[in-house]
């Protein structure tokens, strides 16, 4: 059984960081490409970023050289480092495992920009 658990999520306030990290399980984590979706209330769900197995990146227009996303095979974990938050960021965040046609989804952490 797939599993993908995310965590990290909460209130922020502008200008503040948060690192998500998404834990997987049931899946061969080395060869998946791991992706983090967001959506906000009354949106479709997004592309944020994503990382390959091979460790290439690509990021929405919208967060690039704020947030970073990075894995660590040894423990089956993709993580979300966003700094600089905005207000426009809140959103459930969603971590994705896709391979040729194949895609499954953790249950979405909620992360809120507020002061």
């Known amino acids: 059984q797939v599993q993908l658990v995310e965590s990290g999520g909460g209130l922020v306030q502008p200008g503040g960081s948060l690192r998500l990290s998404c834990a997987a399980s049931?899946?061969?984590?080395?060869?998946?490409?791991m992706g983090w979706y967001r959506q906000a209330t009354g949106n479709q769900r997004e592309l944020v970023a994503a990382?390959?197995?091979?460790?290439?990146?690509n990021y929405a227009d919208a967060v690039k050289g704020r947030f970073t996303i990075s894995r660590d095979s040894a423990k089956n974990t993709v993580y979300l480092q966003m700094n600089s938050l905005k207000p426009e960021d809140t959103a459930v965040y969603y971590c994705?495992?896709?391979?040729?046609?194949?895609?499954?989804w953790g249950q979405g952490t909620q992360v809120t920009v507020s002061s």
């Open positions: 990382i390959t197995s091979g460790g290439s990146t």
């Open positions: 994705n495992a896709a391979r040729r046609g194949n895609q499954y």
């Open positions: 049931g899946i061969i984590f080395s060869i998946y490409t």
